[in-house]
């Protein structure tokens, strides 16, 4: 891996996150070895094998609260093998993954157990398996875009903001579009 891949996506007028979904979905599916390196991170003790990339995003490894939506969000790329980001937000993904759908006691089991996290860390750890899940059973990408924004904010009131809008999603209620989160 020579290039910058913060190169890999050009545009000012997009944010850090769809600039690092779009260049994570283009560099893995140029870069095999980089791939497999990326969802080798996915397990904490080998969460390193990402830091080459994070470092080119300017992100500060030394800090929890930054590097770990980044390195979740990456390996769970990696490991989807997508071409695009989806429109598929995590509560309705967590929904779709059972017949019942939002009926199910397993799908409802699997947002509580999201939804008592408190730390950014916890969340992270728990939404592993589920993002693995989500790519086994659902034929349709996840907005990783708006995941990451979600992670990146979740230290924040203790996630509060984060987990109600994962409640909202998976429950069917109206959720803030993208400028009205923005502005709040």
Do not use: H
Request: aromatic share 8%.
């Amino acid at each position: 891996m020579q290039e910058n891949p913060s190169s890999a996506v050009s545009g000012n007028e997009r944010n850090r996150e769809q600039r690092f979904v779009g260049a994570v979905i283009e560099l893995c599916q140029r870069d095999k070895g980089l791939a497999a390196r990326l969802r080798r991170a996915e397990n904490p003790s080998m969460e390193y094998q990402s830091w080459e990339l994070l470092g080119w995003f300017g992100i500060d490894l030394e800090k929890d609260y930054e590097r770990l939506p980044f390195v979740t969000i990456a390996a769970a790329i990696a490991k989807s093998k997508t071409d695009q980001n989806g429109s598929l937000t995590l509560g309705k993904a967590i929904a779709a993954c059972y017949e019942d759908g939002r009926e199910s006691s397993q799908a409802k089991a699997r947002l509580r157990r999201l939804l008592a996290c408190s730390e950014l860390s916890e969340a992270c750890r728990i939404l592993r398996p589920v993002l693995t899940l989500v790519d086994s059973k659902v034929g349709q990408p996840l907005n990783y875009e708006r995941l990451l924004r979600q992670l990146r904010f979740f230290g924040f009131e203790s996630g509060q903001r984060t987990k109600t809008q994962w409640a909202q999603e998976f429950y069917g209620q109206p959720v803030q579009s993208e400028n009205e989160e923005d502005s709040a």
